[in-house]
């Protein structure tokens, strides 16, 4: 390990210190690592209080977890634990974990401290020589949800990588592409992250890095960034980390872009390392929390999770409200202005294939035609690699206003929970097409979505296509029917 000195935040010891390898074997844990977060003794009754049981009709709901990118369900359909959205509800009997005891062990003997799988653990290899064991006890007071992308039993939402794109590509889901070929070269760590949800009101949800594995242990190995605490306490962070970002203000009454942080393995908030996996932490931010809130986004380094909270989804319309937009839609008879031919959104089941009544949109101006194979710029560039570069750029030029841009099907955003009100469709994303409200265009548009090491652009929340254009959408201009 290199001994050169680097600069850290006051009152953290490095690893491998004097400071760190001299304190005593075991140490009893009062305060938990999140200070915020307090647990009281419940006695030694270890029945949960089970408010919501039997006799109110419907469990508490914590909140809801949707996945950016898929428009509804995932390119596969929705199986299990593998899923685009999962709710959150109050468990039957609380599963939560708080710290207990910390134990200074070597580290050749770890396995042997870990060989108890009832008990919940965190091991910090601090060196070849020193390891830092802090066991976790149950907690009657919280529930825990786990996130990642195993398949075994402990994870509760199975994520896999979300195939966004950076080019025009409208209206297919993301997140093709097959299971087998995305897991092997998944960035998204097997056990993600935890969300511990508070048994009472006000239900309270936060967020920590990395999940308990098979042997209910967190395992931070030598190369991994982590560090002891001022109080004696261990934390340190992921290899490719949980970032967070929670709006800057209410997120359905005015939706603007909060400042994306790193979520350490105790809760804590940190400005972003200088990339992804570097090995120096960025500097503690006291003043914000893990809590989340209505419109937080997780991003898990190749999935960007929302979290909405049960308020938040009363402003979101549902998919019988969704369907009867699409119905008002196609009610109004909108026509192609050069066709004079009837267009119809098509049903909200069907993805991917194009009908042939369904409206198309020049995505520059927002005049919105029916299907037609003319109008192309031809590509006056040399051809692509191989020779493979079609025959024109894809270009159209908008037979009302002469405007030239890309041309693309409109499709609608199914997934109400991406919604920020339950306003009419009257905008698209560009250059995707995916329909929404105004307001939901607008407040996504601003947001800057992690991609990459150290990249951040605005994407469509439908389907994960980079946006582009000033603004990132365009309001719709429907011609009414001539009779």
């Given at each position: 390990?290199?001994?050169?000195?680097?600069?850290?935040?006051?009152?953290?010891?490095?690893?491998?210190?004097?400071?760190?390898?001299?304190?005593?074997?075991?140490?009893?844990?009062?305060?938990?690592?999140?200070?915020?977060?307090?647990?009281?003794?419940?006695?030694?009754?270890?029945?949960?209080?089970?408010?919501?049981?039997?006799?109110?009709?419907?469990?508490?709901?914590?909140?809801?977890?949707?996945?950016?990118?898929?428009?509804?369900?995932?390119?596969?359909?929705?199986?299990?634990?593998?899923?685009?959205?999962?709710?959150?509800?109050?468990?039957?009997?609380?599963?939560?974990?708080?710290?207990?005891?910390?134990?200074?062990?070597?580290?050749?003997?770890?396995?042997?401290?870990?060989?108890?799988?009832?008990?919940?653990?965190?091991?910090?290899?601090?060196?070849?020589?020193?390891?830092?064991?802090?066991?976790?006890?149950?907690?009657?007071?919280?529930?825990?949800?786990?996130?990642?992308?195993?398949?075994?039993?402990?994870?509760?939402?199975?994520?896999?990588?979300?195939?966004?794109?950076?080019s025009g590509q409208g209206g297919g889901s993301a997140g093709e592409g097959g299971g087998g070929g995305q897991?092997?070269?998944?960035?998204?760590?097997?056990?993600?992250?935890?969300?511990?949800?508070?048994?009472?009101?006000?239900?309270?949800?936060?967020?920590?890095?990395?999940?308990?594995?098979?042997?209910?242990?967190?395992?931070?190995?030598?190369?991994?960034?982590?560090?002891?605490?001022?109080?004696?306490?261990?934390?340190?962070?992921?290899?490719?980390?949980?970032?967070?970002?929670?709006?800057?203000?209410?997120?359905?009454?005015?939706?603007?872009?909060?400042?994306?942080?790193?979520?350490?393995?105790?809760?804590?908030?940190?400005?972003?390392?200088?990339?992804?996996?570097?090995?120096?932490?960025?500097?503690?931010?006291?003043?914000?929390?893990?809590?989340?809130?209505?419109?937080?986004?997780?991003?898990?380094?190749?999935?960007?999770?929302?979290?909405?909270?049960?308020?938040?989804?009363?402003?979101?319309?549902?998919?019988?409200?969704?369907?009867?937009?699409?119905?008002?839609?196609?009610?109004?008879?909108?026509?192609?202005?050069?066709?004079?031919?009837?267009?119809?959104?098509?049903?909200?089941?069907?993805?991917?294939?194009?009908?042939?009544?369904?409206?198309?949109?020049?995505?520059?101006?927002?005049?919105?035609?029916?299907?037609?194979?003319?109008?192309?710029?031809?590509?006056?560039?040399?051809?692509?690699?191989?020779?493979?570069?079609?025959?024109?750029?894809?270009?159209?030029?908008?037979?009302?206003?002469?405007?030239?841009?890309?041309?693309?099907?409109?499709?609608?955003?199914?997934?109400?929970?991406?919604?920020?009100?339950?306003?009419?469709?009257?905008?698209?994303?560009?250059?995707?097409?995916?329909?929404?409200?105004?307001?939901?265009?607008?407040?996504?548009?601003?947001?800057?979505?992690?991609?990459?090491?150290?990249?951040?652009?605005?994407?469509?929340?439908?389907?994960?296509?980079?946006?582009?254009?000033?603004?990132?959408?365009?309001?719709?201009?429907?011609?009414?029917?001539?009779?």
């Open positions: 390990m290199s001994s050169e000195p680097q600069l850290w935040p006051v009152g953290m010891v490095l690893e491998g210190s004097s400071e760190a390898l001299c304190p005593p074997p075991s140490l009893e844990l009062r305060p938990s690592c999140n200070k915020s977060q307090p647990s009281p003794p419940l006695g030694s009754s270890s029945q949960p209080h089970d408010g919501v049981f039997p006799e109110d009709k419907e469990p508490v709901k914590y909140g809801e977890l949707i996945v950016l990118g898929h428009n509804g369900s995932l390119a596969n359909g929705d199986k299990g634990r593998r899923r685009s959205r999962l709710a959150l509800y109050k468990r039957p009997k609380a599963n939560g974990v708080k710290p207990d005891v910390i134990h200074n062990v070597s580290t050749p003997l770890v396995s042997k401290a870990l060989s108890n799988k009832s008990q919940h653990s965190i091991s910090y290899t601090l060196s070849r020589s020193h390891s830092v064991i802090v066991e976790y006890t149950h907690d009657t007071n919280t529930d825990m949800f786990q996130i990642g992308r195993s398949t075994e039993s402990m994870i509760d939402f199975v994520v896999t990588d979300t195939a966004g794109s950076s897991s092997a070269q998944s960035t998204i760590s097997r056990y993600a992250c935890r969300i511990m949800c508070e048994r009472s009101a006000p239900y309270t949800a936060r967020i920590y890095a990395a999940g308990f594995d098979s042997s209910k242990n967190i395992f931070l190995g030598e190369r991994a960034a982590k560090w002891r605490t001022s109080d004696g306490l261990m934390d340190g962070l992921t290899t490719n980390g949980v970032l967070v970002m929670h709006p800057a203000g209410e997120f359905v009454s005015e939706p603007a872009p909060g400042v994306w942080r790193e979520i350490s393995v105790c809760g804590n908030v940190f400005a972003l390392r200088e990339t992804r996996s570097a090995q120096q932490r960025g500097k503690l931010v006291e003043n914000e929390s893990n809590t989340l809130q209505d419109g937080s986004l997780i991003d898990l380094c190749g999935a960007t999770l929302l979290w909405r909270t049960p308020s938040g989804l009363r402003h979101t319309p549902t998919l019988k409200q969704l369907e009867s937009l699409r119905q008002e839609l196609n009610a109004a008879r909108p026509q192609c202005p050069v066709g004079f031919n009837t267009l119809a959104f098509p049903s909200l089941a069907q993805r991917e294939i194009v009908d042939k009544k369904q409206p198309w949109v020049y995505v520059n101006c927002g005049h919105v035609h029916g299907y037609h194979n003319w109008g192309y710029r031809k590509e006056k560039g040399p051809a692509g690699p191989g020779g493979t570069a079609p025959a024109s750029t894809g270009e159209r030029e908008c037979p009302m206003c002469r405007r030239v841009g890309p041309y693309v099907p409109l499709w609608l955003g199914c997934e109400g929970g991406l919604y920020l009100d339950a306003g009419p469709p009257t905008h698209a994303f560009c250059p995707c097409g995916h329909v929404c409200s105004e307001k939901t265009v607008v407040g996504w548009s601003q947001i800057p979505l992690p991609h990459g090491t150290h990249a951040f652009h605005a994407a469509c929340p439908f389907c994960g296509t980079w946006l582009t254009g000033e603004q990132g959408h365009i309001k719709l201009i429907f011609q009414g029917p001539v009779d």
